[in-house]
């Protein structure tokens, strides 16, 4: 049964894979799932039909026959669980490699969320210039910890896992903004997760969304 997600019908970020049907798209590739997208607007999220699936009204959503999922990590862990290439078989790398997903969503993510979102609604407030570099501070402690954590490793924990697919993902959201810069081994980190195949299939086929041209050009 080949199961559909939801995606933005025009995602804000314009095809640059920041919305979080790219995490969900890139683990269905790494396991060689093939999938099903349902394009959704912004009014369609919030009716009722897509409520049903998503109690939030966000995207993305999975459904796989009678299953339905919400919130991009379980999903992630939903497919880790049932499908080979993105959790580790040996049972304590596997707990390792979960306790990444969540330091992902849970300690990383925030941060980096809290920045950006005051970076998109407060920059006109009269707190904004002394905010600032308050949520830059704290995106800087994790990604310092991060990186002396990973230091010249290829990934969190030995093989590539659903830990490193969610952490790639999160770093990502930092592009241009240049906290990443400072840590020229978190870049390379980011750009190692960029550069596989999966990944790259992904990203192309949310850009195809954007573009409205299929992922190989033709
Ligand atoms: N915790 C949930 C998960 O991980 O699945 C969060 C889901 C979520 O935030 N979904 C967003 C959404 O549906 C899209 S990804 N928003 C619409 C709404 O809430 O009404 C967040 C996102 C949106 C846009 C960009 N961008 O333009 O760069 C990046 C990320």
């Known amino acids: 049964m080949t199961p559909i ?53 966000q995207i993305p959503t999975y459904q796989e026959g009678d299953l339905v999922l919400f919130e991009s990590g379980s999903i992630i862990f939903h497919l880790a669980e049932r499908h080979a290439g993105l959790l580790p078989d040996d049972a304590n790398a596997r707990a390792r490699a979960i306790t990444w997903m969540f330091a992902a969503l849970n300690t990383v993510e925030p941060p980096i ?58 770093l990502r959201r930092l592009g241009g903004s240049g906290l990443l810069d400072e840590h020229p081994n978190l870049c390379a980190y980011v750009a190692r997760g960029e550069a596989r195949p999966a990944y790259q299939r992904a990203f192309a086929a949310q850009l195809a969304v954007f573009t409205g041209k299929p992922p190989d050009g033709r």
């Open 113 to 170: 969320l809290d920045r950006e979102a005051a970076t998109l609604m407060e920059r006109d407030k009269p707190w904004y210039a002394e905010r600032s570099p308050i949520l830059d501070e704290r995106v800087r402690v994790r990604l310092r910890d991060l990186s002396r954590r990973l230091g010249d490793a290829d990934w969190l924990d030995a093989a590539f896992s659903a830990g490193d697919l969610l952490m790639v993902m999160v």
């Open 5 to 57: 997600i939801t995606a933005f019908e025009k995602s804000p970020d314009r095809g640059r894979g920041l919305a979080r049907d790219m995490r969900v798209r890139w683990a269905l590739e790494e396991v060689g799932q093939p999938y099903d997208v349902r394009l959704v607007s912004f009014r369609e999220m919030k009716e009722p039909a897509h409520r049903a699936l998503h109690p939030f009204g």
